[in-house]
């Protein structure tokens, strides 16, 4: 499984790659192999604030379909509109071309509350 040591991760299995106060989304290798072939992403509006916790949007597979929740709280500022269109790039490149939203923080103080890579890695093993 690919993980990403300079990212923060979620219980969820959602990968965070925080730049300043810009936190880049999406969800991790395991994450999209549990769903299968996605085919539709729910995104929020851009300029939306969140939470920690809350429900971004939605995840639509085949045979299911799963939240996508906020892991840090902030406001959206950008939606990876190519995944309106092609949403299965989330199954080819997770980590790349495969992100999800852009949220600026409010407040650095809740990435202490992120899984590490390596705390991560022992989740999903």
């Known amino acids: 499984m690919k993980i990403e040591e300079k990212l923060y991760f979620t219980q969820e299995h959602e990968w965070v790659d ?29 300029g939306d604030s969140f939470k920690k ?18 892991p840090i709280s902030g406001e959206i500022i950008e939606l990876n509109s190519a995944l309106e269109d092609n949403a299965e790039i989330i199954n080819s490149d997770p980590f790349g071309k495969g992100w999800i939203i852009k949220m600026k923080l409010n407040s650095s103080d809740e990435i202490g509350g992120l899984l590490s890579y390596n705390n991560y890695k022992k989740l999903v093993e």
């Open 53 to 70: 916790g809350d429900t971004l949007g939605t995840i639509e597979a085949v045979k299911t379909v799963a939240d996508l929740y906020a």
């Open 18 to 46: 925080i730049d300043g106060e810009i936190a880049m989304i999406g969800i991790t290798t395991f994450a999209q192999s549990e769903l299968g072939d996605i085919v539709f992403i729910e995104f929020p509006e851009i």
